[in-house]
């Protein structure tokens, strides 16, 4: 693997233990804000979670690098918004040069097969998911938990990832099933919402709603 960066307490993974039902949010929390704060306490209570690691990834493929903080950077400010003893922030992605997140997956599940993880995005994400690196194989890899997102409501249900694997969705009242499940599967949590993202704070396009 290439393009490592290892930086004492930024890429290490945070404390788990077998049997453990881990959530990851991953993103570029560029900068964080109350919608990943959100998302993260609903998964919690919502999937029965023992913990939310928020991934802090390099940089995404699908996105402009252009203004991307550093990682140390980011993940400090994550962690200094963060105020939960269930929620943790690790770069860990870095020091294995990870660029995609079926990588992060695969890692994460071979590495630890006796945690109960699940990936967590929202659901505009959802939406765009069958532009992402093997995507049908993170499908297969791990459970998935799709938040409600603002105006994704209508279109995420319907998209290419969501209709390829419509068999494997889980009713919204079997949501604490979810970090048990054999993949595929997934469930799509409607709740509350925060209409903020990282790139309207930083003075850009609303277009890129997860970052």
């Keep these: 693997m290439t ?3 290892i930086i004492d307490g930024i890429t290490d993974l945070p404390p788990s233990a077998p049997g453990m039902r881990i959530g990851l949010f991953g993103g570029s929390f560029n900068p964080p804000h109350e919608g990943h ?4 306490r609903e998964s919690l209570k919502r999937l029965g979670l023992d913990a939310v690691w928020w991934l802090v990834t390099p940089g995404n493929p699908l996105k402009d690098h252009a203004e991307l903080a550093p990682l140390e950077s980011r993940v400090h400010a994550a962690r200094a918004r963060i105020d939960h ?3 943790h922030v690790t770069g860990f992605e870095a020091a ?3 660029t995609y997140t079926h990588q992060t997956v695969d890692y994460l599940t071979r590495a630890m097969p006796d945690r109960r993880f699940v990936w967590i995005m929202g659901a505009d994400s959802l939406s765009s998911f069958h532009r992402w ?4 194989d993170i499908f297969r890899l791990i459970p998935i938990a799709v938040y ?3 105006g994704s409501t209508r279109r995420a249900p319907f998209s290419k990832a969501a209709l390829r694997f419509a068999q494997s969705r889980l009713d919204e009242s079997d949501a604490r099933l ?3 499940a054999q993949p595929p599967a997934w469930v799509f949590l409607h709740g509350l919402m925060s209409t903020l993202s990282s ?3 930083r003075g850009g396009s609303p277009k890129d709603q997860h970052a």
């Design 3 to 5: 393009n490592r960066l």
């Design 37 to 40: 704060e959100l998302v993260s």
């Design 85 to 87: 003893p269930s929620i």
């Design 96 to 98: 294995h040069g990870f």
């Design 133 to 136: 690196e093997r995507w049908e």
């Design 148 to 150: 409600v997102r603002p």
């Design 178 to 180: 979810l970090p048990t």
């Design 199 to 201: 790139t309207e704070l």
